[in-house]
Nanobody, 122 residues
Framework: VQLQASGGGLVPAGGSLRLSCTASGRTLNTYGMGWFRQAPGKEREFVVAISGSGSSTNYADSVRGRFTISRDNSKNTIYLQMNSLKPEDTAVYYC????????????????WGPGTLVTVSS
């Protein structure tokens, strides 16, 4: 399985972006998937995760109410709609997948995409 994230870019504070992560090589309807991010000089942190069916989600407190995760298993793609962006959201965003349940810790994920940069200007 390979993951490819896209949709990053430069946006002013208060703006919106939608990230996509598409998988190739295998259907992911039985895989939990998550978004993580890593800001310069900081450790990678959990953003949000979604179950294989899409019926269950788990958000980090820092993004709850502003970000929305969704998935379209027919397209093998998950999305991250990011609204009301803040400068502290600036980071490289990574999507990840794992068979089974959707974890909120990076150590449980064994499939990672290369990341897409999101920069929020103040």
């Amino acid at each position: 399985v390979q993951l490819q994230a896209s949709g990053g870019g430069l946006v002013p504070a208060g703006g919106s972006l939608r990230l996509s992560c598409t998988a190739s090589g295998r259907t992911l309807n039985t895989y939990g998937m998550g978004w993580f991010r890593q800001a310069p000089g900081k450790e990678r942190e959990f953003v949000v995760a979604i179950s294989g069916s899409g019926s269950s989600t788990n958000y980090a407190d820092s993004v709850r109410g502003r970000f929305t995760i969704s998935r379209d298993n027919s397209k093998n793609t998950i999305y991250l709609q990011m609204n009301s962006l803040k400068p502290e959201d600036t980071a490289v965003y990574y999507c990840a997948a794992r068979p089974g349940w959707a974890a909120d810790s990076a150590r449980f994920y064994n499939i990672w995409g290369p990341g897409t940069l999101v920069t929020v200007s103040s």
